[in-house]
């Protein structure tokens, strides 16, 4: 079976290597992997793939940042003739980002069957890009592997064929399993006993200067009981410096490697964050997360983990983190299939699904 992975953005690495490896070496099985370049910085790419072990990407795309519709179109563009020629029998894609729709869009118009890595999550916000990428690749998906079974009943309630949708858990857990001894190994020596690590980046919270300068006023009230480290995306610091807000008093740094943030994370005493991945982290570790959104497409991290939302409430984020300061911080637990088999249990599936060749040649007009 020849397979293909396409990934473009840092939180699809952890997803893929786990289900390549788990796939390595089965009988009859060729892997492709493709990088759409969405993701080009060292410190949001390069490093990730060393750190994880994933082998260097047999095409790299290049496409770059812009607007939605110009990334997405220009994945589009760039990956149909790879696909047309190759004619993988079947293409991988991970989690919600334009790297993800993009490529779903193109397969299904040729008719090459994808697998959905991350199926099922819904924040039913649809004024997220991602929940847009998740809704169409959903659909459009032949297989679907859920991290967690609320993804089930999501997918079953919009029509899936329940045949089609497979309850595998989750594979960035996966990642997590196998590199949490190396990151407890790192050190952060200047670091002092307790401290809050923070990730901001979702165009709702950094985008908009009042709602980040109000973000930012609340990590500064932060930074009097705690020290406050900020590894910020770089459309972050982008923002923070174009709006010439105040973050003297927090530490920013650059991106972290894989490795290195782990290990910042298993030592914290809180997590304040944004992101979707580090809300799952954080709950597999039992590290407090107060997540900086009014929703989450992560609910497990809500009614089993160590989630609690925080969203735009600046008093919500002081009660819980007074709360968590005090030792009384939400005590979770680890969701099903969050145990490090979630690659293993795909490639299985994989192994035993169909070949089923309905190649569309793409029409020129
Ligand atoms: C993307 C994903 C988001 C994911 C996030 C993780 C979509 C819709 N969003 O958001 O779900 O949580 O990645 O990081 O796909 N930039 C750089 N260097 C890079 C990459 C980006 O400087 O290597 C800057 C560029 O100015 C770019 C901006 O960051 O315009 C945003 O990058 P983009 O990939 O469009 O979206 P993210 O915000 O990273």
Known sequence: MNIFHIVGARPNFMKVAPVLSALQGRPNVAQTLIHTGQHYDVNMSDVF????????????????????????????????????????????????VNSTVATVLVCAKL???????????????????????????????????????DGDANLRREGIPPGKIFFVGNVMIDSLVRLLPAARKTSAADLTDRYALVTL??????????????????????????TVVFPAHPRTRKRIDDFGLNAE????????????????????????????????????????CLTVRENTERPVTVTMGTNVLVGRD????????????????????????????AGERIADILAKSPREPHFNPPAAD
């Open 201 to 226: 980046h979702r165009p709702a919270n950094v985008d908009d200067s009042v709602r980040l300068k109000g973000i930012l006023e609340s990590l500064l009230e932060v930074s009097k009981d705690l």
């Open 314 to 341: 600046p008093e919500k984020l002081r009660r819980e983190l007074a709360r968590i300061l005090a030792g009384h911080a939400k005590k979770g637990t680890i969701p099903p299939l969050w145990d490090g088999h």
């Open 49 to 96: 793939f060393q750190q994880l072990g994933i082998p260097a990407p047999d095409v790299n795309l290049a496409v770059g940042s812009g607007s939605h519709a110009q990334q997405t179109a220009e994945i589009m563009v760039r990956l149909e003739p790879v696909i047309a020629e190759r004619r993988p029998d079947i293409v991988l894609v991970y989690g919600d």
């Open 111 to 149: 008719g090459v069957r994808v697998a959905h890595v991350e199926a099922g999550l819904r924040s039913f916000d649809r004024t997220m890009p991602e929940e847009i990428n998740r809704l169409v690749t959903d659909q459009l998906a032949d297989l679907l592997f859920t991290p967690s079974v």
């Open 249 to 288: 008093q927090l530490r920013l740094l650059d991106p972290c490697p894989y490795i290195d943030f782990l290990g910042l994370q298993t030592r914290a005493t809180v997590v304040i964050t944004d992101s979707g991945g580090i809300q799952e982290e954080t709950t597999y570790l039992g590290v407090p």
